[in-house]
């Protein structure tokens, strides 16, 4: 079947805007995650859902980034007044619910911003 | 301390060997331990998971876990050039988020 799908697959941006990436999960998959990869590091957790509430989002790193699944399906991630460091591939994975361990990621979203 | 820990490489071996990829890490309270794959440029790929003490083997693979030292490996046997890539390990305590260390960087030499 189809895996997790991410779009865009690149954003370029300017300083101080705002983006949103998406994210849609294996069909039937209850658990959802994003990370944050950046050059030469491994993925960094921001936030997961299970289905439409933020089960955990600790790892969001200040106010500017917010995360929503109103359906329990396809997420958004949405990063307000964009800075420079947060260039980064933004990855998302999705599994079938929280008690289940195995993490399947998507392609991913490169962000860059200018 | 790194939660978890690995070497970043590049861990250069010839075709053929087998590489010897370590991680560590320092919550003694992780339950679940992952080996992915990550190509350059590309999103991580699940290649092996280990739960309990011991070896755990698929194919050219072998996972090893030992939580009394808080120590898991990944060997790969017979290394072809195609498993060049860079092995991310990771653990989580169940129902949480994965967590990753930097990843080591594996080239297999023809």
């Known amino acids: 079947g189809a895996g997790v799908s991410q779009t865009p697959s690149n954003k370029v941006t300017e300083k101080g805007k705002y983006v949103e990436l998406r994210c849609d999960p294996i069909?039937?998959?209850?658990?959802l995650y994003w990370y944050r990869q950046s050059l030469g590091q491994g993925p960094e957790f921001l936030i997961y859902f299970q289905g439409t509430g933020a089960a955990d989002d600790s790892g969001l790193p200040n106010d500017r980034f917010f995360a929503v699944r109103p359906e329990g399906s396809v997420s958004t991630l949405k990063i307000q007044r964009t800075e420079r460091g947060d260039s980064a591939v933004y990855l998302c994975?999705?599994?079938?619910?929280?008690?289940?361990?195995?993490?399947?990621f998507g392609p991913g979203t490169r962000l860059t911003v200018l | 301390q790194k939660e978890v820990e690995q070497n970043s490489g590049p861990l250069s071996v010839p075709e053929g060997a087998i590489a010897s990829l370590n991680c560590t890490y320092s919550?003694?309270?992780?339950?679940?331990f992952f080996w992915y794959r990550q190509y350059s440029g590309k999103s991580p790929e699940l290649i092996m998971s280990?739960?309990?003490?011991g070896d755990k083997e698929d194919g050219r693979f072998t996972a090893q876990l030992n939580k009394a030292s808080q120590y898991v490996s990944l060997l790969i046997r017979d290394s072809q050039p195609s498993d060049s890539a860079t092995y991310l390990c990771?653990?989580?305590?169940?129902?949480?988020?994965?967590?990753f260390g930097k990843g080591t960087r594996l080239s297999v030499i023809a």
């Open positions: 280990i739960y309990s003490n």
């Open positions: 994975a999705s599994s079938f619910s929280l008690a289940t361990d195995t993490q399947y």
């Open positions: 919550d003694r309270g992780s339950q679940s």
């Open positions: 990771a653990v989580n305590k169940g129902n949480t988020p994965l967590v």
């Open positions: 069909s039937g998959h209850t658990a």
